[in-house]
């Protein structure tokens, strides 16, 4: 607790999202006198913590003359830096010496020299005679600056940034496991790239059922082709160098523990127009695009073998990294969790070349390109008849990634760039999306449902099309606040305070249910099944491990926001009663 400060006491408060601070009123204390509940002058109610209330004399300024209008008096004294020359010593007689009175002497020390401002003049640390100048000069100096960005604020000229709490040293230990722990982690890595397989031999262009036992191929020559591995390096490759390319926005993303911005180059968007144009030219003149269709299950293993050793390379620069760059999910210490929940947090092992952004940019479009690789051989089977529920499926699956890679600033924000590490889970999880999403597409292709009629595709089209608008608008949304959330926009918004100086938002879609954004996501993975008909389980594969990861990922979130904002995660619980589904859950 402040000392001695009570309620309806005027004081100084931190302003919630800045380092300023500015005159406030208490109008209660908590009942473990930690917390306090504020009214600034401009009547904006918050509820702070201990640190960030201070009593109203630390910032009282000086009432001190200017510099241009020192008494002679003040000339002939000589700062603590400004040694006497040896002749003055011997000029000095000793009834001058002694002729200072006591009275003088205190009339010429502390309360005098602190009404001295000079908050530009730098003064040297010799200090015992006025150790309270430096002290004095700058309370001042902070003082004078927080009120004139306090008015800009209130202009709309400036914008405030989130508070940073800045940490050095190691990042902490991992306590809390993903998967169950190693174990668990370790039948995640071996039963991921197992179902991708399965999903492979159980679907394929013949029949797409369950049958048990599915016939899986234990020969390693079928998972193996020159041809695809090379094909494999050579998209690497290329998105490596697409990710160099100094074209696109230069990005600061989310403070990290030491409060540094890393920069990043949001070129996916340009990346996918010039992989989408290549490979339609490509199709064009029959430049043996289908060679990537029809060595799928090679080309899959092949990005297997590229992710385990990507994570390899990884972890072992990883060890070399200093403590604060590690992931929060992966320092647990045990050497197979580290290596599979990824142990750096953003990995550049050269250059400003960030891993996690290149995966996830080749996955994504190589996703896209996938489809566009089914759509196109499922219209030279059927030129007179196309699969137009197959057309609405890569037409919108094109639109999503490309809308995802456009506002690709959103995904800066976001729990996959500031907590989750570079391992092997995150690196064969984005670049097999490519090919395990892919299923619906080759479905469609496969099977394609022609017959659908109007009033199945108009209402599936229509769910398409209002996903997008939650999900989209949400995302900006949460962007936008998270990154300055005191900003002319935001700051208009509801949303609750807390005790951390950050506020939980609860307007527009985030009013309605906690995860908005999610359940945007959720309606669109359904409305992709939904273009491929009902005959078969498989389309709904993508929807059904979407809804559990999602559903999963809430739980854990909601959690980890319990234990961090305490009473306010309540209120706003209360407030906000529903995770992703108004009124059902």
């Not at 003082?143 to 940490?167: C, D, F, I, M, W």
């Not at 854990?556 to 108004?582: E, M």
């Amino acid at each position: 607790m402040v000392k001695g400060v009570k309620a309806g006491e005027k004081v100084m408060a931190k302003w919630p999202g800045s380092a300023l601070w500015f005159p406030a009123v208490v109008l209660s204390i908590g009942d473990d006198g930690e917390s306090y509940e504020v009214r600034f002058e401009d009547g904006t109610e918050d509820d702070l913590s201990e640190r960030h209330v201070q009593k109203e004399t630390n910032f009282r300024r000086s009432r001190s003359r200017s510099p241009a209008r020192k008494s002679p008096s003040r000339r002939r004294s000589r700062s603590p830096a400004r040694k006497a020359s040896p002749s003055r010593k011997k000029a000095e007689s000793p009834s001058r010496k002694s002729s200072a009175s006591p009275s003088r002497k205190s009339a010429a020390s502390p309360s005098r020299k602190s009404r001295k401002r000079s908050p530009v003049r730098k003064v040297a640390p010799v200090a015992e005679k006025t150790p309270t100048r430096p002290v004095a000069e700058k309370r001042v100096t902070r003082t004078e600056s927080h009120y004139s960005t306090r008015s800009a604020v209130q202009l709309g000229a400036q914008t405030l940034e989130s508070p940073v709490n800045l940490k050095s040293g190691r990042v902490p230990k991992t306590r809390q496991y993903e998967f169950g722990g190693p174990v668990g982690a370790f039948l995640m890595m071996i039963g991921f790239p197992i179902f991708s397989f399965y999903l492979y031999f159980a679907c394929n262009e013949k029949k797409c059922q369950f049958a048990y036992p599915t016939i899986i191929s234990l020969n390693w020559r079928d998972y193996y082709d020159c041809t695809a591995y090379e094909i494999v390096l050579g998209w690497l490759v290329y998105q490596a160098v697409m990710s160099l390319l100094p074209v696109g926005r230069l990005v600061r993303g989310m403070p990290l523990r030491t409060g540094v911005r890393l920069q990043y180059r949001l070129n996916g968007f340009f990346n996918a127009v010039v992989s989408i144009a290549l490979f339609i030219t490509m199709i064009y003149y029959k430049c043996g695009v289908n060679v990537i269709l029809d060595k799928f299950l090679q080309m899959n293993a092949a990005i297997l073998f590229a992710s385990f050793l990507l994570a390899v390379v990884l972890y072992i620069l990883a060890r070399r990294s200093p403590g604060h760059a590690l992931a929060p999910k992966g320092n647990s210490g045990n050497i197979l969790y580290d290596f599979i929940l990824g142990h750096e947090l953003n990995p550049r092992p050269f250059w400003n070349f960030d891993v996690k952004m290149f995966i996830i940019n080749a996955g994504m479009v190589g996703m896209i390109l996938l489809d566009i690789g089914y759509l196109a051989r499922a219209w030279t089977g059927f030129p007179d008849n196309p699969p137009y529920p197959l057309l609405c499926l890569v037409f919108f699956r094109v639109f999503y990634v490309m809308d995802i890679l456009f506002f690709q600033e959103t995904m800066l924000t976001g729990l996959d760039m500031q907590k989750e590490g570079v391992g092997f889970y995150l690196t064969y999880a984005a670049l097999s999306s490519s090919f395990l999403w892919s299923l619906q597409a080759r479905y469609c292709a496969s099977f394609p449902p022609t017959n659908m009629p109007l009033y199945c595709l108009i209402p599936t089209i229509l769910l398409n099309v209002a996903g997008y608008i939650v999900y989209r608008q949400s995302n900006l949304m949460k962007c936008q606040f998270r990154r300055n959330p005191n900003s002319k926009d935001m700051a208009a918004l509801e949303s609750i305070p807390t005790s951390s100086s950050r506020r939980l938002l609860v307007a527009g879609w985030w009013g309605q249910v906690r995860k908005p954004n999610y359940l945007g996501d959720i309606m669109m993975a359904l409305s992709f099944g939904f273009y491929c008909g009902f005959n078969s389980i498989f389309p709904y594969i993508y929807p059904i491990v979407l809804i559990l990861f999602l559903v999963a990922r809430e739980r854990d979130d909601s959690k980890a926001c319990k234990d961090k904002y305490g009473a306010a995660w309540d209120r706003y619980c209360k407030r906000v009663p529903y995770r992703f589904i108004p009124y059902i859950y």
